[in-house]
């Protein structure tokens, strides 16, 4: 590996391609575009660009910030008027107020919009409208009871755009290096700050994708063997960390005023991807989720090659297969095991962005490259949870890289099944939001949307399955959640399961 100085422009000669850092993200290395790359990132930038949100200075007062205690909601009258029936889209404007209970007049806030019944364990998404103006819409199929959760005020928002662009080292890896009885630890990161040390650089050739260390003081590059999480890097200013806490401040007397009905606006019908009953997964997009025992699973599995790429959530697929099935496959780097029903499954962790695994640098696009396909080979792959406080940008790339890889794979094996696992909400805390929160999975879910829109490719939609769910969000969603995901898989690729 050539080792060089982070002082700018760098090329590397030895590689197929350049690796460069850009004005917007000096920190930051990101692989090159072909023009026709460039055109479509400008386009999903633009696609997925959040609105304007308020700015956060040193003397803001959080009492400005938007307080879902004190905003207002109306239900809309329906559009064409008439009687309301089950299935009618149900329109709900919502009102933003501060801590005074002042109107707010911009938009920004990321909301969240489900409906619920508790006794049919019945739950659909919604969608949020942003008229940025203070005001939203939310809309719904009308089904059952509904919520509208905040996730975050707008002026968090402004903050977790900060963030992505002066704290892109704020989460960072480290590398060991080892020859024979000599070991040293490095910082690792596809943003680096400037530094005379010596680089180690790590970019892929295939893929182009950049990766760097600082080079241990007395070992070659050439000596790492593992690959972890470092750690994180204290990122908010003052005052800021209130923004992301469920602490109110204190308020004056609010006066609550009274709700007035407003003249409903015409928006495109929503629909979502499904729904729950009695906490089953029923699909509206065409495809029917059947459900699947043990022995249907071996049934459907039977001769199958399924491969599973990406980070623990996808694993948590793999995982419930390996239970399911009477030959167990043991966790490792890469696992690959028949069992005696002749079916092979493997899990390969390889975003080059991992946080808790000691693997070495691996590429989806890579391992699709060297995969014949056919139609007895699956892949299911997810690319989300460790990408959240890195510039758009390099999630984009990634994606365009794993897009080629697959139409390529399915140029080759026009039968290969593929199927996209997308992101899903998390937990909330306070330091998961600022590096990884719901806000940046939002923004990357959209840009996979819209990436591999259009493609010969299947969609596990993770996001409403979580938002629709009952239980507690979290990073690894709950075992019923995951059982349906995989009813969904299995539907894919079993479709005249009986």
């Not at 750690?231 to 469920?246: H, N």
């Not at 407003?262 to 729904?275: I, L, M, V, Y």
């Not at 099935?325 to 029903?341: A, C, E, M, N």
Request: aromatic share 10%; glycine share 6%; hydrophobic share 35%.
């Amino acid at each position: 590996m050539k080792v060089f100085t982070l002082d700018g422009n760098v090329t590397f000669s030895q590689h197929v391609y350049s690796v460069f850092l850009t004005s917007r993200h000096n920190l930051c290395a990101f692989r090159p575009l072909s023009p026709e790359e460039a055109v479509e990132e400008e386009f999903i930038l633009h696609s997925i660009a959040w609105p304007e949100t308020p700015p956060v200075t040193l003397n803001f007062s959080l009492k400005n910030t938007t307080d879902p205690s004190c905003s207002k909601f109306t239900i809309l009258p329906k559009v064409g008027g008439g009687q309301w029936s089950i299935g009618d889209q149900l329109e709900v404007r919502i009102i933003m107020k501060d801590y005074y209970c002042h109107p707010k007049t911009s938009g920004g806030d990321a909301l969240l919009a489900r409906l619920r019944n508790e006794a049919l364990d019945a739950g659909v998404s919604g969608q949020v409208v942003d008229h940025l103006n203070g005001s939203y819409t939310a809309v719904f199929p009308l089904v059952w009871e509904g919520r509208v959760t905040l996730i975050h005020p707008s002026e968090a928002i402004t903050v977790l755009r900060r963030l992505n662009n002066e704290s892109l080292d704020r989460v960072f890896f480290r590398s060991v290096f080892r020859s024979g009885s000599v070991t040293e630890t490095s910082m690792c990161n596809v943003c680096l700050r400037p530094t005379n040390m010596p680089v180690c650089n790590y970019t892929d050739i295939r893929t182009g994708e950049p990766w760097f260390c600082l080079k241990p003081k007395s070992l070659s590059c050439n000596a790492r063997i593992i690959h972890s999480m470092g750690g994180y890097l204290p990122a908010l200013k003052p005052l800021e960390d209130k923004l992301f806490s469920f602490t109110t401040p204190e308020t004056e007397k609010r006066e609550k005023g009274e709700e007035k009905t407003q003249t409903a606006e015409k928006h495109d019908t929503f629909r979502p991807s499904g729904f729950y009953y009695k906490g089953v997964w029923k699909s509206l997009g065409g495809t029917q989720v059947y459900q699947f025992d043990t022995q249907s699973i071996i049934q459907c599995l039977s001769g199958k090659v399924v491969h599973f790429y990406g980070d623990s959530t996808i694993r948590q697929w793999f995982e419930y297969l390996n239970k399911a099935l009477p030959g167990r496959l043991s966790l490792d780097k890469t696992f690959t095991k028949f069992s005696q029903h002749n079916t092979c499954s493997t899990f390969c962790c390889v975003t080059a962005i991992i946080s808790n695994m000691k693997y070495l640098l691996r590429y989806i696009a890579n391992e699709l490259d060297n995969i014949h396909g056919g139609s007895n080979t699956v892949i299911a792959f997810t690319v989300w949870a460790h990408f959240g406080n890195f510039p758009m940008e390099f999630y984009i790339r990634r994606l365009l890289s794993i897009r080629s890889a697959v139409l390529r794979l399915l140029a080759r094996a026009p039968d290969t099944l593929v199927v996209i696992r997308t992101g899903n909400l998390k937990s909330y805390d306070v330091n998961g939001a600022i590096n990884n929160g719901d806000w940046y999975a939002l923004q990357r879910d959209r840009a996979l949307r819209e990436v591999f829109k259009g493609m010969n490719v299947d969609l596990v939609d993770a996001w409403e399955m979580t938002l629709a769910h009952r239980l507690q969000h979290n990073l690894h969603p709950a075992p019923p959640i995951i059982k349906n995901m995989i009813n969904v898989l299995l539907s894919y690729i079993c479709p005249k399961h009986k």
